[in-house]
């Protein structure tokens, strides 16, 4: 079946350093992703919507500066914090859907970033 | 705009016995799709189960099934002979059909099993 690779799986940083998650579709080509945030024992909450070749579509009250997304290949998108902090400290997984199973939606395995 | 509500935070079940988890949502469209999810401990995602609106049969998967009742916009999981590997946080999710396929979760439920 279809496998989306996120990496890295868990990242600790210091307060003000960037950090950059990969999400990459392995089998199947992605134009769109999805980049999601959990923190412990909540929900996942939809930060944004990254399209191939184009700008992504942030969520209302996601910060575009603070969470950059670029989406530059089918297979591959990258969400970058930039000047983490403290707050940062979260959970973030990726989706992919394949176009070719419209319905269905392959998750990563989530990366867990802790801004010390 | 869409929501989704479960509003079970938490819900433990005997092995081998039989729970429901429920769920509801709000949308003004006619056509989406819901789903289940699953997040054990690892945190990995796991598609459960789905449905589509258009159809009025309950989507069936082994051990787990749903109760979907369009016009009350409900969509419950049943878990038959609960099993310890069952024990998991559960997500009802929600997408719209016209979209690129954004789902809107629930607060999600934590399920235990007691052997």
């Known amino acids: 079946g279809a496998v989306v690779s996120q990496h890295p799986s868990r990242v600790i940083c210091k307060s003000g350093t960037s950090v950059k998650i990969e999400c990459r579709s392995l089998?199947?080509?992605?134009?769109?992703m999805f980049w999601y945030r959990q923190f412990p024992k909540q929900s996942l909450m939809l930060m944004a919507t990254?399209?191939?070749?184009?700008?992504?579509?942030?969520e209302q009250g996601v910060e575009k500066d603070k969470f950059l997304i670029n989406h530059a290949s089918l297979t591959l998108s990258t969400l970058t914090v930039t000047s983490a902090h403290p707050e940062d400290s979260s959970f973030y997984i990726c989706s992919a859907r394949d176009p070719l199973t419209n319905e269905k939606l392959f998750f990563g395995s989530g990366t867990q970033l802790s801004v010390l | 705009a869409q929501t989704v509500t479960q509003s079970q935070p938490e819900m433990s079940v005997q092995e081998a016995e039989t729970v429901t988890l429920s769920c509801t949502y709000d949308t003004s469209e006619s056509d989406y799709y819901l789903f289940w999810y699953k997040q054990p401990p690892s945190r990995q995602m796991i598609l459960v189960i789905r449905q589509e609106a258009y159809k009025q049969q309950n989507a069936t998967e082994n051990r787990f099934s749903v109760n979907f009742q369009k016009a009350a916009k409900s969509f419950s999981l049943k878990i038959s002979d609960s099993q310890l590997g069952d024990a998991a946080m559960y997500f009802c999710?929600?997408?719209?059909?016209?979209?690129?396929?954004?789902?809107?979760f629930g607060q999600g439920t934590t399920l235990q099993v007691k052997p």
């Open positions: 089998d199947f080509q992605a134009t769109t």
């Open positions: 999710a929600y997408r719209g059909s016209g979209n690129t396929g954004k789902l809107i």
């Open positions: 990254s399209n191939e070749g184009s700008k992504a579509t942030y």
